[in-house]
């Protein structure tokens, strides 16, 4: 079975200071992980996925991850907030032996307050 | 393309109605899926199917059921609504050939109230 844990629920931090949301995952066999956004009232886009490549993972709008098997972690960061970036993050995991791709498991979320 | 759409944006419903909510992608992808999401509980999978013809029960699928006539469409029908099926629903779809590795498409969402 496969799960995650997004260790924050909410995460405030100024503008242009650093973002660090955090994500531990647990999966039997090699994941693909992803982590996606989404602003208020709107649907989910995908910001950045790991799968089996390189460690370190650049996305879209300045943001990116880095898999650290050895600790289960996947944690996103970005070294300077926007005011855009105030949103919901989702951390999510793909079994790669599950035989059924489109089950995903989604995290708790993690709400990014950025304040003047 | 219009990629993945969804219908209606915003429904009430009184307990016990029926309804469907439609969803439709123009990619040609071959997996599609239906999530619901409630506060403080992410997106949780309800059902999903890996091409025409053939769906599967995702984690909470009771209250609900799907049919996959088409690539294009994959509804999913409240049967008797309840106030604990008041949520936000997603329709997602994934590329054929992808595994599960690739990038899940979402719908712009359907919020359902049931009173």
């Known amino acids: 079975a496969q799960s995650v844990t997004q260790l924050d629920s909410h995460v405030s931090v100024s503008e242009g200071t650093p973002v660090l949301l955090r994500c531990n995952y647990s999966?039997?066999?090699?994941?693909?992980l992803f982590w996606y956004v989404q602003h208020p009232n709107k649907g989910l886009q995908l910001l950045l996925k790991?799968?089996?490549?390189?460690?370190l993972v650049k996305g879209i709008n300045g943001f990116e991850a880095e898999f650290k098997k050895s600790e289960t972690s996947f944690h996103l960061t970005k070294p300077s907030a926007h005011m855009s970036d105030a949103a919901e993050y989702f951390c999510?995991?793909?079994?790669?032996?599950?035989?059924?791709?489109?089950?995903?498991?989604f995290g708790t979320g993690t709400r990014l307050q950025v304040t003047l | 393309n219009a990629g993945v759409t969804q219908t209606p944006k915003f429904q009430v419903l009184k307990t016990g109605q029926s309804m469907t909510l439609q969803c439709a992608q123009d990619?040609?992808?071959?997996?599609m899926s239906w999530y619901r999401q409630d506060p403080g509980m992410g997106l949780r999978l309800i059902h999903y199917?890996?091409?025409?013809?053939?769906?599967d029960q995702g984690e909470v699928p009771n209250g609900y059921n799907v049919s996959r006539s088409t690539t294009e469409d994959f509804p999913l029908r409240l049967l008797s609504a309840a106030p604990s099926q008041t949520s936000v629903y997603f329709c997602?779809?994934?590329?054929?050939?992808?595994?599960?590795?690739?990038?899940?498409?979402f719908g712009p969402g359907t919020r359902l109230t049931v009173l």
């Open positions: 199917s890996v091409g025409a013809g053939i769906t």
């Open positions: 990619m040609n992808h071959e997996y």
């Open positions: 999966s039997s066999y090699s994941p693909s």
């Open positions: 790991y799968t089996s490549a390189a460690t």
């Open positions: 999510v995991v793909s079994d790669l032996n599950t035989g059924t791709a489109s089950k995903l498991t």
């Open positions: 997602a779809s994934i590329p054929k050939g992808s595994g599960g590795t690739d990038t899940q498409y």
